[in-house]
């Protein structure tokens, strides 16, 4: 069995890999559809996660605008294009793939995330980047107690916890607040949001005695569906805090990157 404070990696996808989305995928610009398909593929422009490549032809028409530019992009040949709904614009926020693409990507098209105003797989929406198809993330009740400290003091206490196990970050373990210290825990105004669990609701900076710590523990009130059991639960980054588990001391995993994975746990 593993030790608990271990992790398996992400799975690594190779860059230039494309495969079909089994799901339905749209995205809406000032209240109008951009998109709606049943036909878009995951491409790996970069390890980690994917992005998402529509059929030029399932774009609502007229609302790409080919700004007659050609660009040599790592992956191949693309033509920019920019996206307009009445008198909202998103200028070179498209990229309409030609045949000097990987296979099966010419003809599609990759907007920027940040060019819609909302993603949705099928009815849900989708946060910060497109769910990869090869992260799992379960979060699981248990009856293992669990302790949280910080320069020696106590900052939680719980004789039960939820914890979540995510495809290439640490085991996280979320607590009720009613057994938290709340005298050494600061409101902060930090907001992150995860593709696989929404957005936090609360942040929480850690003041000991020794120190102080920016946005060390998070919540969220309104998960994604998957993850409603973690709802108004508070966790701490494992890799800024001491954690005991069933009162066995966790080794403090490595920071995870930044630049492969969103920073919420």
């Known amino acids: 069995m593993p030790d608990d404070a271990q992790y398996f990696p992400q799975m690594i996808v190779p860059v ?10 749209r995205a809406f610009l000032a209240g109008s559809v951009l998109f709606d398909t049943v036909r878009a593929r995951y491409v790996w422009e970069w390890p980690g ?18 700004e007659d530019h050609t660009q040599k992009l790592s992956l191949g040949v693309a033509r920019r294009h920019g996206l307009r709904i009445g008198e909202v614009a998103r200028p070179g926020s498209a990229r309409l793939w030609t045949e000097e693409a990987p296979p099966g990507l010419a003809g599609t098209v990759r907007i ?9 797989e099928e009815d849900e929406q989708v946060f910060v980047h497109p769910r990869s198809p ?13 302790r949280v400290e910080l320069d020696g003091e106590i900052l939680a206490e719980a004789p039960s916890t939820v914890m979540v196990f995510e495809t290439g970050l640490p085991t996280r373990y979320y607590l009720d607040l009613v057994h938290t210290d709340l005298t050494k825990l600061v409101p902060s105004d930090t ?20 120190g102080n710590y920016p946005d060390v523990a998070w919540s969220y009130d309104f998960p994604t569906r998957q993850l409603s059991p973690i709802a108004g639960l508070v966790a701490f980054y494992n890799e800024q805090t001491d954690i005991f588990l069933d009162g066995r001391a966790l080794p403090r995993p490595a920071p995870v990157s930044r630049t492969t994975r969103p920073r919420s746990g």
């Open 134 to 146: 090869y992260t799992r993330v379960d979060a699981l009740r248990s009856g293992r107690a669990v």
């Open 16 to 25: 230039g890999h494309v495969e079909p989305v089994a799901r339905r995928i």
């Open 49 to 66: 996660y994917p992005q998402y490549c529509v059929p030029a032809e399932d774009f609502t028409e007229g609302v790409l605008v080919d």
């Open 112 to 120: 920027d995330w940040g060019a819609p105003d909302a993603w949705f």
């Open 191 to 210: 907001a992150t949001s995860c593709p696989y669990k929404g957005t936090t609701s609360a942040y929480w900076s850690v003041s000991t005695d020794a």
